[in-house]
């Protein structure tokens, strides 16, 4: 056997760790370059910066790590692909089918993707800060930490979606859908939710400290041991909600409807504690 001198084995170490990453197979960029489709194909790696790859097929393709920041993808059909550790920067995904497609860490920073279909696609620690979500279906869709900062998501449908220890801070979710969805944990500090229906919700332990809740339905939610400090409460149909352990320190309620609501324990804007039956 052939034996290795000791003076060599850095070399070796750094040649191996600075080789270049293997890209996707070259027929299958050739065919998609010119067909702008490929089902199933493997394009890992592979650089589409600020291209127009509008109403592009790329069904169940593998972009792992792929860089299609600033691109137009707009109505592509990406469904079930797998991108996660793509770069999807400020790429224009409005109407794309992205349905159980696998974006885990995926940088969506300031992405379009109006209308997109994400139904149970996989998020997990995506970057979505100031991405766009109007009108997106992210049905059963998991976003378990992902960011979603500054994010627009009003209309948005995400039922019984997961969102557990999401940073939503300041997100718009004017007239979304969550009904029965995950946001334990979660981080909602000024956050708007105006006219959202969120019935069975799942809020406890999150933070939606400064959050607007305007005529939101939230019957039947959970705010258990969560922070509601100086949150703007006004007509919110709160029937049922379970607010035991919650810090509502200078929240504001008005109008509301808390029929059968559970404060036990909850830390009161006027500073008492909530009664237990």
Excluded: W
């Amino acid at each position: 056997m052939m034996q290795i001198k000791p003076s060599l084995i850095p070399v070796l170490l750094f040649l191996t760790v600075a080789s270049p990453v293997r890209a996707g197979s070259p027929a299958d960029l050739a065919n998609f370059l010119s067909k702008q489709s490929c089902v199933q194909c493997d394009l890992r790696y592979e650089t589409f910066a600020h291209k127009n790859l509008s109403g592009s097929v790329l069904t169940a393709a593998y972009l792992f790590n792929a860089n299609f920041s600033h691109c137009n993808l707009s109505a592509a059909n990406l469904e079930s692909a797998i991108l996660t550790h793509a770069d999807l920067k400020r790429a224009d995904l409005t109407d794309a089918n992205l349905a159980k497609a696998h974006l885990q860490e995926v940088d969506l920073y300031g992405a379009t993707l109006r209308g997109a279909n994400l139904t149970f696609s996989q998020l997990d620690e995506a970057k979505l800060e100031a991405a766009e979500l109007t009108h997106a279906v992210l049905t059963t869709a998991s976003l378990v930490k992902a960011n979603l900062t500054d994010a627009f998501a009003s209309h948005a449908k995400m039922r019984s979606a997961d969102l557990r220890q999401a940073n939503m801070m300041r997100i718009d979710l004017t007239s979304a859908d969550l009904e029965g969805a995950n946001l334990a944990g979660a981080r909602l500090n000024g956050a708007n939710l105006s006219v959202a229906h969120m019935p069975r919700v799942n809020l406890s332990g999150a933070d939606l400290s400064g959050a607007r809740i305007a005529y939101t339905n939230l019957r039947q939610a959970s705010f258990r041991n969560a922070r509601l400090v100086n949150a703007v409460i006004d007509g919110a149909n709160l029937r049922q909600a379970d607010f035991s352990g919650a810090d509502l320190t200078g929240a504001k309620f008005s109008s509301v409807s808390d029929a059968e609501a559970n404060y036990c324990g909850a830390k009161m804007p006027d500073g008492s504690v909530g009664a237990c039956q």
